[in-house]
Structure formats: structure tokens, C-alpha cells
């Protein structure tokens, strides 16, 4: 199979002949009510819109949104951006593909990332929340899914290995915010950093792209990882019921606001930190991302809709 290119490397009036992952597609109708396609296609790059004006019935039949695909296409411009007017399009087996060809990843190393947060939890001085965590990382497919998942589908930290990165970040912003702050239970605001996103292990799949289980969809990742830290609190011999309660508000809270989906906003100094750390970094991240990505000349990025500001690049 040919070496293949990517998303970032397609100019206007290019001609398409490779695999790409089909992340979206929808059927339309022409003024005339005959079928169109609009799809999204992606790989580790990034993602590019298509169309599909002919042979819709035959594309259709022949690959299903998750699938990779072979494409022919020509690149053209629409609005501004690029856009693939989809010649032809073929389903392409998993198994002849390279994943890491459509899966971004974390440039830096899982396993020392994961030996650094094992050791900071090998230093708490709380017996019960020291025994909870033990149990975490004995549990083998755990720390697999742990090291590998991503932290978002999109906003931040959206690769393989993400979900870590994120999370150590955290703890040592947590450790040093920890200090600062007299009465502050260390051990408590470091458990609820490390677990505050563990839901995230089966809200999101991550096998071929990133995208929302449907128990992710249905649940939530903070109901789904309060569920997976009662299974392991349920193993800890006479964990307080207390402090398991405000373990579980950590988790409960930590989008900050009922508005942002946390169910009670945070009712203790650890909860407050953890919500503004988490904050912190999703957000200092996002706003690297989308500054390396931007294409604008000049010293300022293109419109970000979301913070709804353009950004200074240095």
C-alpha cells in the first residue's frame, strides 16, 4: 500500500486516492429530490468535509460511519474551507490498516507517566485512600484502558494517552496548590484529580476514532466512574462512609456548575481546587491545540467560537 497522506497535507485542487476513517455521513436531498452525501472524513490529522453527488445508493451500501475508507476524490474549496467531492468511496478492512495513521497520540511516554502518578499516590499518608488506590492499579485492564484513553472526544487532551497526560498534569498542579493552601486534605485532592475522569474509560471508544459509547451517551462519564469507585470501594476492609462520600462529591462536581453537568457544585476546599485545576489545564491545552493547528497569517489565530476571542500567537 502506498504511503499515505493525510488530512494537513491537502490543498485546493489536489486529486484523492487514499484511506481515510469515515467519521460522519449524512444523505440530503437536491432541489430535483435525488440523494446526496455529506461526509466527514478523518484520520490523525484532522478531519475534512466531502460531498458525494453521485453513485450515493452504491457509497452507501458500501461503507457505514467507524468504517475506513479508500477514497478517489478531487479537493476543492467551499465557504472557505476544503471540501472532497467524493468520486468513489470503498470500505476497507481494520485488519489492512494502521491505526496510528488515524488515531493521534500523546507524544509523551505512558509508562513513565504512569510510574510518576503511582508514586505520588505511594506516597499518600491516608491508609484507606492508600489501600483504594492499590486496588486501581493491581487491576490490570484498568491501567491499560488508563494509559491509553483519551481525555475528550474533541475539546482537549482529544488523543490516545490523553486522559493521562491530563491527569498527571493535574496532580502535580494539585501537589502544588495543596501546599500552598493551609487545611487542605492533600491526599483527598490528589485521589479526587486521579479519578475525577475515569468514567471516561468506557463513556469514550477508542479503538479506530473517538467517539461516545452508548454508555457513554446514555450515562455520563461522572455516573459511569462513580459506579467503577464503588466497585473498588466495596474491596477496601471499613473505608469510612464519610470520607467515601466526599470521594464521590469530588467526581460529582467537578465541572463546577449544575450548568456544565455536574449534578452539585463542589461543596469543600478540595472540590473547588479540583474544579479550577481541571480547568486549568483542559484549558490552557485547548488553547495550545487550536494555536498549533491555526493556519491565519500574521500574529493572531482565526475566531475561536467557543472561548470567543482570536488568540495572540507568540
Not at 487532551?157 to 500552598?180: K, P, R
Not at 470501594?233 to 450548568?259: C, I, W, Y
Amino acid at each position: 500500500m502506498m504511503s499515505k497522506r493525510f488530512v494537513s497535507e491537502l490543498v485546493a485542487g489536489d486529486a484523492v486516492d487514499d484511506v481515510f476513517l469515515l467519521a460522519e455521513r449524512n444523505v440530503a436531498h437536491k432541489k430535483d429530490g435525488n440523494p446526496f452525501l455529506n461526509v466527514t472524513l478523518a484520520d490523525r490529522t484532522g478531519q475534512v468535509k466531502g460531498v458525494v453527488w453521485d453513485q450515493v445508493e452504491r457509497i452507501l451500501a458500501a461503507a457505514a460511519e467507524g468504517d475506513f475508507v479508500h477514497v478517489r476524490a478531487q479537493v476543492g474549496e467551499y465557504r472557505g474551507n476544503l471540501q472532497l467531492v467524493v468520486k468513489d468511496m470503498a470500505g476497507v478492512p481494520a485488519d489492512q490498516v494502521d491505526a496510528a495513521d488515524f488515531l493521534a497520540a500523546t507524544t509523551r511516554d505512558v509508562t513513565k507517566m504512569m510510574d510518576r502518578l503511582q508514586e505520588m499516590t505511594g506516597r499518600m499518608q491516608d491508609p484507606h485512600l492508600a489501600a483504594l488506590f492499590a486496588l486501581f492499579w493491581q487491576d490490570a485492564d484498568f491501567v491499560s484502558d488508563f494509559m491509553r484513553a483519551p481525555a475528550a472526544k474533541m475539546m482537549h487532551h482529544a488523543y490516545i494517552g490523553g486522559l493521562l497526560e491530563h491527569t498527571l498534569s493535574m496532580a502535580v498542579l494539585a501537589e502544588m496548590v495543596g501546599s500552598h493552601y493551609s487545611g487542605v486534605d492533600r491526599d483527598m485532592l490528589l485521589a479526587g484529580v486521579i479519578l475525577h475522569d475515569v468514567g471516561k474509560l468506557r463513556e469514550l471508544e477508542y479503538t479506530s476514532r473517538i467517539d461516545y459509547t452508548d454508555q457513554g451517551r446514555l450515562l455520563s462519564h461522572i455516573v459511569i466512574g462513580l459506579a467503577m469507585l464503588d466497585e473498588k470501594l466495596k474491596q477496601v476492609p471499613d473505608f469510612p462512609e464519610t470520607k467515601a462520600h466526599l470521594l464521590k462529591h469530588m467526581l460529582v462536581s467537578h465541572h463546577g456548575e449544575r450548568a456544565f453537568g455536574s449534578p452539585e457544585p463542589p461543596k469543600t476546599i478540595e472540590a473547588v481546587l479540583l474544579n479550577y485545576i481541571d480547568e486549568i489545564d483542559s484549558r490552557v491545552n485547548s488553547i495550545r491545540e487550536f494555536v498549533a493547528k491555526d493556519t491565519s497569517e500574521g500574529n493572531w489565530t482565526s475566531y475561536h467560537r467557543l472561548l470567543e476571542r482570536h488568540l495572540y500567537k507568540k
